[in-house]
């Protein structure tokens, strides 16, 4: 997908089926896509009903720090978007939301361990969970990246989770498989102690999956 109006329009469709799921509750998710030398993103407070494309906000990967373009102005969480994007080249998109089993884990300052081998398509062995900072502020961004260094997604703690992905629908697919990995986790804690996968088990996982990159950190 290379076409802008294209990209604006795709971000608001995976915004609204993302509610639609029960990925994400309201305008508390956001939703933030490369172009080119651009990030487009959800603008701020608006419901996704009631977004059209125009209402994207545009802001420059390298240029001048901060600084947007738009009718309305770009989500309040636009710092972690934008370092993710700077620090991660390959990251295309990124998916934020404040789904019930991701948050709830996230109160207890919980990450999620090897439950199942499908945390192998987040890079590693485990989905780490970041300290808490206020919501976009610098310190929040800080402990997003520390958080995602060689994953895919990281829980971000009493707020939500982040997925990012090489694109909208990798990152929307990984934002719903990492909601599923809590809610499996989450329950098997109300049966007993978790039985977890070994490092190597994860990793031939990976290897099956044809995941590249798996375990690094930076």
Not at 75 to 98: K, M
Request: charged fraction near 20%; charge should be negative; include cysteine.
């Amino acid at each position: 997908m290379t076409d802008e109006t294209e990209i604006r329009a795709a971000i608001i469709a995976q915004c609204r089926a993302m509610n639609a799921s029960g990925l994400n509750q309201g305008t508390s998710g956001n939703i933030s896509a490369r172009h080119g030398e651009i990030m487009l993103i959800t603008p701020s407070a608006i419901p996704y009903d009631a977004m059209t494309p125009d209402m994207i906000a545009s802001m420059p990967i390298e240029g001048e720090y901060g600084a947007w373009e738009g009718p309305k102005k770009p989500s309040s969480e636009w710092r972690f978007h934008l370092d993710i994007l700077r620090a991660r080249p390959e990251v295309g998109a990124i998916v934020h939301t404040h789904s019930t089993y991701c948050t709830s884990l996230s109160i207890a300052r919980m990450g999620i361990p090897a439950v199942h081998y499908m945390i192998a398509h987040f890079g590693g062995p485990d989905i780490r969970c970041a300290d808490y900072a206020l919501y976009g502020s610098a310190e929040l961004s800080a402990q997003v990246l520390k958080a995602i260094e060689g994953r895919n997604g990281c829980l971000l703690a009493n707020h939500g989770m982040i997925a990012a992905g090489k694109n909208l629908a990798q990152a929307m697919w990984l934002a719903v498989e990492l909601e599923t990995l809590a809610r499996q986790y989450w329950h098997a804690l109300q049966i007993g102690k978790p039985v977890l996968l070994s490092d190597r088990e994860v990793r031939e996982a990976a290897e099956k999956f044809g995941v590249t990159g798996y375990g690094l950190e930076g």
